[in-house]
C-alpha cells in the first residue's frame, strides 16, 4: 500500500513548457514536502506546506487539504531543472510522527 | 550558504561489520533526521532526533540502528551488524524549527554504504 502516489513517473519536457508534477496521498498529514532528487544523489528541500501555496522563484507549490492533493509546477522549464522530484508527507501517528516517500517524478527538459 | 556534512561519501564494509555513519548538521538547527534509499527505491525515513533523544522511528530502525550526537556537534548512525540488505544511500538532514520557511530541512549529500 502507498501512502503517497505521484504522477507522472517519467515526464520529458521542452524548455520553456510549464510543468506540473501531482501527489496524491491516502492519510492525515500535518505537512507535506516538495524535494529535488539531482542525478548524483544529493537532495535539496524545495518546499514545505501544510496549506495553500508557496512561490520560490520559478516553482510554486500548492495543496489542497480536503481533497489530499498537491501540485508542483515549474514555469519556464530550463534543462537544470531536469531531476527527480519526490513528494513526501509527515503524518502524525500514535507512534510519533512518520515520513512518507512517494516514489518521484524524473523529469527530463530538452533544450 | 550553510550545509550539512557527511562523511565518508562511500563506505565499503563486510557482513557482519559495525558501521558508523557521520553527519554535521548545521549549527544552529535543532531536529536531525536520518534517511536511506535504496538504489533504484524510494526514500525511507528512519529516524529523527531532537533535544538528545530519538524522537520517530520507522519500522526499520531496529535494533541494529543506533543514533547518537557525542559532542554537540556531530549526529552518527552506527548500524551494528551490516546485512547485505543495508547496502544504500543514507541521507542526514537537519532543520531549525519544524515548519520553517519555504525549505524546512537541509540534506546532506549522503553516504552510499556497500556491505558485501
Known amino acids: 500500500k502507498n501512502e503517497v502516489e505521484q504522477s507522472p513517473q517519467n515526464l520529458t519536457a521542452q524548455e520553456g513548457e510549464f510543468i506540473t508534477i501531482n501527489c496524491s496521498y491516502s492519510v492525515g498529514i500535518s505537512a507535506l514536502h516538495w524535494l529535488q532528487q539531482h542525478p548524483g544523489g544529493g537532495i535539496v528541500s524545495l518546499f514545505m506546506l501544510s496549506s495553500g501555496k508557496k512561490k520560490h522563484g520559478r516553482l510554486i507549490a500548492t495543496i489542497n487539504i480536503q481533497e489530499k492533493h498537491s501540485s508542483l509546477h515549474i514555469t519556464a522549464s530550463h534543462p537544470r531543472d531536469s531531476a527527480v522530484y519526490i513528494c513526501?508527507?509527515?503524518?502524525?501517528?500514535?507512534?510519533?510522527?512518520?515520513?512518507?516517500f512517494g516514489t518521484g517524478t524524473s523529469l527530463t527538459v530538452i533544450p | 550558504e550553510p550545509e550539512v556534512t557527511q562523511t565518508p561519501s562511500h563506505q565499503v564494509t563486510q557482513m557482519g561489520q559495525e558501521v558508523i555513519l557521520r553527519c554535521v548538521p548545521i549549527?544552529?538547527?535543532?531536529?536531525f533526521y536520518w534517511y536511506r534509499q535504496i538504489l533504484g527505491q524510494k526514500v525511507e525515513f528512519l529516524v529523527s532526533?531532537?533535544?538528545?533523544?530519538?524522537?520517530?522511528k520507522s519500522e526499520i530502525f531496529d535494533d541494529q540502528f543506533s543514533v547518537e550526537r557525542p559532542d554537540g556537534s556531530n549526529f552518527t548512525l552506527k548500524i551494528r551488524s551490516t546485512k547485505l540488505e543495508d547496502s544504500a544511500m543514507y541521507f542526514c538532514?537537519?532543520?531549525?524549527?519544524?515548519?520553517?520557511?519555504?525549505?524546512?530541512?537541509?540534506f546532506g549529500s549522503g553516504t552510499r554504504l556497500t556491505v558485501v
Open positions: 549549527s544552529n538547527h535543532l531536529y
Open positions: 513526501a508527507v509527515r503524518v502524525q501517528s500514535r507512534d510519533g510522527n512518520q515520513f512518507y
Open positions: 532526533f531532537y533535544n538528545n533523544e530519538i524522537s520517530e
Open positions: 538532514a537537519s532543520s531549525h524549527i519544524i515548519g520553517q520557511g519555504n525549505y524546512g530541512y537541509t
